[in-house]
């Protein structure tokens, strides 16, 4: 019996050394970002490493904000991630709805369609879609970034399987007392949706913000450009030289996002692995 | 029986109504459907018609040249290595994703004090921006001054050149990649082990399984339908994104092509040296290679089922 117990201490003792080993290998490179966001030249040319920075050059953030017109890169992340995150979610409601209460014939065939979607990288268009960018005049434009990926595929499907839940009763009802679609829509359905909106919004938000490869080949001056790609040409242009103001500058681009998902976590970890129990 | 005899006038309104419904559905997937149209299907098409001509995305002619680009773009040693590349990647980051993502799974299964933090922590690095997680990890294998040549030194090893060496860039490159989205599939198998029932793990026990046989005759073919699931997603992922803002940063396909992805091999072709035909010929053959996975694992998984 002793020896059992002696077991399960033991176990314990090695689950807790894993969790920390974990922890650890997921910490130290954010604690190296910032302290390095930190420390001087000198500091960083060192070794052994100064872990903790002893003169802390918060000057390298000024230096970083100088270093590329970051507030410009800012304005356009937030309106392309906004811009297109509302486009997306407008049309999501709008295809859950068509999909769940409207009558259409053969409307699975749009709901296999979508599905489709899915299986089409943004990545694995990008030439077509430069080409026909280009022929619109949208080249280094706000619609040329947004309007290529402003369809909503994840968005939708969140919705969609929402709807599904929702008691016909409550929208037939609604429908009864004369009001029109869209009426329903927007005071019946939407009020008991707001999570799922929230969630879908968020991660849409969230991949918007993030998105590099399109943004970065459909612009090509620097006051069109997002933060991500910014950041990468920051870090071309001053290379390996200036890893302190690099590292202040990276912080500028995920800062907003860590706020976002301290404060959010539950809905975007939730939509960004729902699907998981569809299995 | 009442239906039979309405007055003609109404069901002239209801047969109104419902084709006013038809309309309706028509005018709420528009919006959606006419991007989808214009920025999913179409260049679907136009890039295999542009695969069969020569470009440059500014001359007003497109020569016709058949499958010229096709017989020449395989016919570069490259080209092959690119492919061998972008598998490589892929099945790296897949058989990563199982395993560690099974391991912090379980560990984080178990009542542990502070996992919910630790949940938290290891899912965050998914969230974030490829290219700025790309820049701290090109700061870690800083070969010189990095955290991983900190930790290797003391021990005596020398840290390799990671980002220079052709050997070492794209396990860095993978590196990175598992580590930004582990907490994705982690997450996934951490919510499908909190749905086994538990009395299979009692009766488990009753048969005197241990831990290793209850994980291997419980726990993982338990699991099957989040392995699944994991491996589509990744695939998918790594296959067609390659981490391309993550090499974008760290190595910009080199040194040599060692790192350089379908992806990046079609921005190359597309954005840098303007070959449009190779590229679009390039993205052809990403998206038959793709769908065909897909119906690789479609296939598997119905014969599977049947089987069951």
Redesign the interface.
């Known amino acids: 019996m002793e020896e059992r117990v002696l077991r399960v201490y033991i176990g314990r003792a090695v689950s807790y050394a894993l969790l920390l080993l974990v922890a650890l290998l997921f910490v130290i490179p954010v604690f190296w970002m910032l302290s390095g966001s930190l420390k001087t030249l000198g500091e960083i040319y060192t070794f052994p490493p100064q872990w903790i920075p002893l003169h802390p050059k918060f000057s390298n953030y000024v230096e970083a904000w100088q270093a590329a017109p970051f507030g410009r890169y800012y304005l356009n992340t937030v309106i392309v991630a906004f811009f297109g995150t509302a486009i997306e979610m407008v049309d999501a409601v709008l295809v859950a709805y068509a999909l769940v209460f409207l009558r259409f014939p053969g409307k699975n065939l749009f709901f296999l369609a979508l599905v489709a979607a899915l299986m089409v990288p943004i990545h694995a268009t990008m030439i077509a879609n430069y080409a026909t960018v280009s022929s619109l005049g949208w080249v280094n434009t706000y619609q040329g970034i947004i309007v290529p990926g402003a369809a909503t595929v994840v968005a939708a499907f969140l919705l969609r399987q929402h709807f599904t839940t929702i008691p016909r009763e409550l929208v037939e009802a609604a429908r009864l007392d004369g009001a029109g679609h869209l009426r329903t829509l927007w005071s019946v359905l939407l009020p008991v949706s707001r999570p799922v909106l929230v969630t879908g919004a968020l991660i849409t938000l969230v991949g918007k913000w993030n998105d590099f490869l399109w943004p970065l080949v459909v612009t090509n001056t620097s006051n069109m450009r997002v933060l991500s790609v910014g950041l990468a040409q920051l870090y071309n242009q001053e290379g390996q030289n200036q890893w302190g103001v690099i590292m202040a500058a990276t912080i500028f681009v995920i800062v907003p996002v860590i706020l976002v998902f301290l404060r959010w976590q539950k809905h975007i970890v939730s939509g960004l692995t729902a699907g998981t129990t569809k299995y | 029986m009442e239906e039979r005899d309405p007055k003609p006038v109404r069901r002239r309104s209801r047969g109104r109504r419902?084709r006013r419904?038809?309309l309706?559905?028509?005018a709420?997937?528009a919006?959606?459907?006419v991007?989808?149209g214009?920025?999913?299907?179409?260049?679907?098409l136009?890039?295999f018609y542009?695969s069969l001509t020569s470009w440059n995305?500014l001359s007003p002619e497109k020569p016709f040249v058949g499958l010229a680009n096709y017989r020449q773009m395989f016919a570069q040693q490259g080209f092959l290595q690119v492919l061998g590349n972008t598998f490589y990647f892929m099945a790296a980051v897949v058989a990563g994703s199982l395993v560690l993502g099974l391991a912090?799974a379980l560990?984080?299964n178990?009542k542990?004090k502070?996992?919910n933090?630790?949940r938290?922590?290891?899912?965050?690095?998914?969230?974030?921006?490829?290219?700025?997680i790309?820049?701290?990890?090109?700061?870690?294998f800083?070969p010189?001054?990095g955290?991983i040549?900190?930790f290797l030194?003391?021990l005596g090893i020398p840290s390799p050149n990671w980002l220079n060496s052709t050997a070492y860039a794209m396990p860095a490159l993978i590196i990175v990649y598992l580590?930004k989205n582990l907490g994705?599939s982690a997450?996934?198998y951490l919510?499908?082990l909190q749905?086994i029932p538990r009395d299979l793990y009692d009766a488990a026990a009753v048969d005197g399984a241990g831990k290793w046989a209850s994980l291997r005759h419980v726990t993982i073919p338990q699991l099957a339908?989040?392995t699944?699931?994991v491996v589509v997603i990744t695939m998918?992922q790594s296959f067609?994104?390659n981490a391309?803002?993550i090499i974008?940063?760290m190595t910009q396909g080199g040194p040599v092509n060692a790192t350089t992805t379908l992806?990046w091999y079609?921005?190359q072709q597309?954005?840098q040296a303007f070959n449009?035909g190779i590229?679009?010929a390039a993205?052809t053959v990403?998206?038959i290679i793709?769908?065909t996975l897909?119906l690789i694992q479609n296939r598997y998984v119905r014969r599977r089922t049947e089987e069951m």
């Open positions: 419902i419904e038809h309706l559905f028509l709420f997937i919006p959606n459907f991007i989808l214009i920025f999913t299907y179409w260049p679907l136009y890039q542009l995305f912090v560990l984080l178990q542990l502070g996992r933090l630790v938290s922590i290891v899912f965050t690095p998914y969230v974030l921006s490829g290219a700025a790309g820049l701290v990890w090109d700061y870690i800083d010189h001054y955290l040549h900190a030194e003391p580590w994705f997450l996934v919510a499908a749905n339908p989040a699944f699931f998918v067609s994104y391309f803002d974008y940063v992806i079609i921005y597309g954005f449009i590229a679009s993205s990403l998206f793709l769908v897909l």
